[in-house]
């Protein structure tokens, strides 16, 4: 209930608002977003490229304004040629939202955002990396698919996320096991009602090793993003199982969470990239992460009973 409710506040204007007039909540914010600016998420790659790979995240989603989209876009390319510039194409690729990149426009949003992922595309190859597309709430699904299909034509490398709490992942993720192919599997940040979704956690989790059964045994990049020690532990067994090698799958972790268990996980020499988020639209990225553990809601309330 706690995690419905922050994930409706992360969609309300006036929460908003109060959260980010409130000075204090920069430390707490400042936990899981590397700050605002291109500089700081460059300087936050590397720091983390010593010992772990990297995916920034340039903060944004459901806009309506095709300006803020082709802003977006540009702002993706800056940070593209950066990483380039600074040698980290091999270590840092980026994340994208279609939300932030016109999907949820009223008219053409799906062309607009293919046309839009498509030139950063070009961009992360000019700069030796490549581009995963984030997966939204159940209502974009299979427009997402379609866009990560048509882009993979061009650029094999995309990747995409599949979240195992909604009931047709087990099928996508079949779907998606082929040569090539690079799947993040996450359990799921939205609310999602139960027509689509499994609600109880025991059944997400039990949905999260049937999905990575099928993509470890595929032909595709399995991308294993979960803060879920007990899940990491199954995804090692189950590469081992179906002889993949450690470069043969990932492991992925948020910036800001379990930073001391990222660090163990890529001193036994796994291959664990950081999901780091920046930029100035950090509000409903923020909030999610707040429902995710309830110790972070305790942080957070502290914080705007001193405002
Ligand atoms: P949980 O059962 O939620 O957590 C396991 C343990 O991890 C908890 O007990 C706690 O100790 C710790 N933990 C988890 N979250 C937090 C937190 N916020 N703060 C502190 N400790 C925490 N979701 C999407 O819907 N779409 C996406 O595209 C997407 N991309 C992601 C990319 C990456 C790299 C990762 C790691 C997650 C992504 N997610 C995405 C979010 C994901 O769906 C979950 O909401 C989130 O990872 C929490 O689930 P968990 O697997 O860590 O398991």
């Known amino acids: 209930m706690l995690r419905s409710a922050l994930i409706a506040a992360s969609r309300s204007a006036a929460c908003r608002s109060v959260v980010e007039r409130t000075p204090v909540m920069r430390p707490i914010v400042s936990r899981f977003v590397a700050g605002s600016t291109v500089d700081d998420a460059v300087r936050v790659a590397r720091e983390l490229a010593v010992d772990r790979l990297i995916s920034l995240d ?135 009602p139960s027509s689509v979704a499994y609600r109880d956690k025991s059944e997400v989790d039990k949905s999260y090793v049937r999905c990575l059964k099928v993509l470890m045994a595929g032909q595709g990049y399995p991308m294993v993003a979960t803060h879920d020690t007990r899940l990491i532990a199954v995804a090692e067994e189950l590469a081992g199982n179906a002889r993949r090698s450690r470069g043969e799958y990932e492991l992925q972790m948020l910036y800001g969470v379990r930073p001391r268990v990222q660090q163990e996980l890529a001193g036994r020499g796994l291959r664990m990239r950081v999901y780091v988020p920046y930029g100035t639209e950090w509000y409903p990225y923020f909030m999610r992460r707040l429902g995710e553990r309830p110790a972070n809601l305790v942080f957070f309330l502290r914080a705007l009973a001193r405002r």
């Open 58 to 192: 340039h903060l944004g989603e459901d806009t309506v304004d095709r300006s803020q989209a082709e802003q977006t876009t540009e702002a993706y390319r800056v940070l593209l040629a950066r990483l380039a510039a600074e040698g980290l194409g091999e270590r840092a690729e980026v994340s994208v939202k279609l939300s932030a990149l016109g999907q949820a426009l009223p008219v053409d949003g799906e062309k607009i955002a293919l046309e839009h992922t498509r030139r950063i595309c070009e961009a992360a190859a000019a700069a030796g990396t490549t581009v995963t597309v984030d997966m939204e709430d159940h209502t974009t699904t299979d427009s997402t698919l379609a866009t990560v299909r048509a882009l993979r034509a061009d650029f094999p490398s995309t990747g995409t996320v599949l979240q195992a709490y909604l009931k047709r992942t087990e099928a996508d993720c079949a779907d998606f096991a082929g040569p090539g192919s690079r799947i993040r599997l996450c359990k799921g940040a939205y609310d999602e």
